[in-house]
């Protein structure tokens, strides 16, 4: 049985943006971060093809 070569840490990964998201909301306001998220909302909506 050969060992599976991990490519991708999902875990890491996960963590690394966690943390990312929160050294940015840290100095936000309430309100701020409201409006943070109805924007990348925005930005990132994935619209199916017809």
């Not at 049985?1 to 943390?19: C, G, L």
């Not at 940015?24 to 909506?45: H, P, S």
Request: overall charge positive; aromatic content about 8%.
């Amino acid at each position: 049985m050969k060992a599976k070569v991990k490519k991708f840490d999902s875990v890491k990964y996960m963590r690394e943006q966690r943390e990312k998201l929160s050294e940015k909301l840290a100095n936000m306001t309430k309100e701020e971060i409201v409006a943070y998220f109805k924007r990348k909302r925005l930005e990132n909506t994935v619209k199916p093809s017809a």
